[in-house]
């Protein structure tokens, strides 16, 4: 992009847990922790090359990541499979239910092309969650 000289755009995916760890995920935390850190950097980085570095953090999405995440936690735990997810949901998300990647996906489109101006930014999905 730097040597094409039109500029462009990056987005970052990170989590929600960038903004707000969870426990006995701090391993996953601190990574998105660190994809934040290096988005905003990238965006300082590459600004006088008009390259808009952005991210975004999805909170609790419906995938088989989140299915590994309830099972290993429930075994850890010494809950059903399905407990930890509701618990999380239920304590988080005021909606009730988790997202599905096509809310992640449609949020991202509109963000991607909108934020010709915003740099140095996140977009957190948060589901209506209390974060």
């Known amino acids: 992009m730097i040597n094409q000289g039109r500029g462009g755009k990056i987005t970052g995916a990170a ?3 960038a903004f ?3 426990a006995m995920l701090s391993h996953y935390s601190a990574s ?3 994809v ?3 988005t905003q950097a990238f965006a300082m980085e590459l600004a ?3 390259i ?3 991210g975004y953090a999805p909170g609790i999405v419906g995938t ?3 299915d590994l995440i309830d099972e290993e936690l429930g075994k850890t735990r010494g809950v059903e499979k399905g407990d930890t997810i509701k618990k999380y949901t239920d304590d988080l998300i005021l909606l009730g239910r988790t997202s599905v990647p096509t809310d992640v996906s449609k949020c991202i489109s509109q963000f991607s092309w909108t934020s010709f101006y915003l740099d140095f930014e996140f977009l957190i999905i948060k589901q209506l969650s209390s974060f």
């Open 64 to 66: 088989a990541m989140w």
């Open 20 to 22: 707000r760890p969870f």
């Open 32 to 34: 998105k922790f660190a």
């Open 52 to 54: 808009i570095v952005n």
């Open 36 to 38: 934040r850190g290096f």
């Open 15 to 17: 989590s929600a847990v």
């Open 48 to 50: 006088e090359h008009k």
